[in-house]
């Protein structure tokens, strides 16, 4: 058994051993040794050969052997990132454990778990600590449909189970035409593995920017088309970090590298084609500069200005209400040509004046290694540290 131990470790399945005979007993077990695993409590006893190590681990990771009919799946942080990876559609309650009404809610949901699974929606549930934090949620309890890791909030009654599986299935079967909304996790991963990719940032105060989105949302086929993911969010403290301290703002990010666009935001096609422009721009830069010596990879070259769509942006000196010291300078920040077409920024110390306009003094150039994309791994419902197996 031991030498499937570190496998199940990985899976969040916790293994242990007892002699307690009696404890045994208690669960209807009377033949020794024995094998039984717990699901969310919930007891299911091994009747294979228990000397098959490879048998008994297909066994406790089978999908069968993990769910429980008609029950919503409980799991914790690191398994529903999994989840959340290798599922198209999920479907997650967020609650707080211990809360009774929250439990009456679990209930009216389990009644549809069967209908989402059979439309291949997964079903699950988590009560982690700092979970309403680490998913960015108003408050708990709250119902999410993640269609490919962009979430829709449930805003009904979460006592109506008839309305929510609706909610679902029209979800489910509906195709997206709009700018998907991410939270702030999700917008971190998708900054980290996504090579081009447009974020709207805007507030729910902002007047004009819902009328911006909508013009926005008439060429979110066209970047499609183009290769450029197109998203919207509200996370200001994200947008604080890279001197965004006003809304509306679109920020283009080219392995993470963020470009500042300083147009019309209402003039659509104008947004298409700088869009498309820093994507070409990025193209050329990788297939010219390939091969090129160590002086010419370092060279930043004219620096245009934010307006003309160069790419450069200045950094924020700390927080909106942040005190500037007197001796703080601020930075430009521009994309850099290096070798074998890597990409990073170019760090400009500049005076407040030469900030209006006109050439950098100094520069420095760095280099980021290109983060790799994550790989799939296989369906399932384990890792939640709420399953235990014993004999």
Not at 99 to 121: F, H, R, V, Y
Not at 133 to 158: C, H, M, V, W
């Amino acid at each position: 058994m031991e030498n499937i131990d570190d496998e199940l470790d990985e899976t969040g399945i916790v293994f242990v051993t007892t002699e307690d005979t009696a404890l045994a007993k208690k669960h209807g077990i009377k033949n020794f040794p024995a094998l039984a695993f717990f699901r969310n409590k919930d007891l299911l006893v091994y009747k294979g050969d228990i000397e098959d190590e490879d048998e008994v681990l297909a066994w406790i990771t089978d999908e069968e052997t993990l769910e429980i009919p008609g029950r919503i799946e409980e799991v914790n942080m690191r398994m529903l990132e999994k989840i959340l990876h290798e599922n198209e559609h999920v479907v997650v309650f967020f609650y707080k454990e211990g809360d009774k009404k929250s439990q009456k809610i679990i209930q009216e949901l389990e009644n549809i778990d069967d209908e989402c699974e059979e439309k291949d929606i997964d079903f699950v549930k988590t009560s982690d600590e700092g979970v309403e934090k680490e998913y960015d949620l108003k408050s708990l309890p709250a119902l999410a449909f993640y269609r490919n890791k962009f979430r829709q909030i449930y805003t009904g009654d979460l006592m109506d189970e008839d309305a929510i599986l609706d909610w679902v299935l029209s979800l489910h079967t509906s195709t997206p035409d709009i700018i998907e909304n991410v939270d702030r996790k999700t917008l971190q991963t998708l900054i980290n593995d996504v090579e081009h990719l447009a974020v709207f940032f805007y507030n729910e105060a902002c007047e004009s920017c819902q009328d911006i989105l909508e013009e926005l949302e008439t060429i979110d086929d066209d970047t499609d088309k183009h290769g450029i993911q197109f998203v919207k969010s509200t996370d200001s403290k994200l947008a604080a970090e890279i001197g965004i301290f006003s809304f509306p703002a679109l920020v283009y990010y080219e392995t993470g590298v963020p470009i500042m666009y300083d147009g019309n935001l209402k003039k659509e096609e104008e947004v298409l084609e700088w869009l498309v422009e820093q994507k070409r721009n990025d193209v050329d830069d990788s297939d010219s500069f390939i091969g090129h010596d160590k002086a010419d990879s370092s060279e930043c070259g004219d620096i245009k200005g934010v307006i003309s769509g160069d790419g450069c942006f200045y950094m924020g000196l700390g927080g909106k209400n942040a005190r500037v010291m007197s001796s703080f300078e601020p930075y430009r920040c521009c994309p850099t040509k290096l070798k074998m077409g890597s990409k990073s920024a170019n760090v400009n110390k500049v005076s407040q004046d030469h900030r209006e306009g006109g050439k950098s003094s100094s520069s420095n150039s760095g280099k980021n290694a290109k983060q790799d994309k994550s790989n799939k791994g296989k369906k399932g419902f384990f890792g939640s540290g709420k399953y235990t197996w014993w004999w």
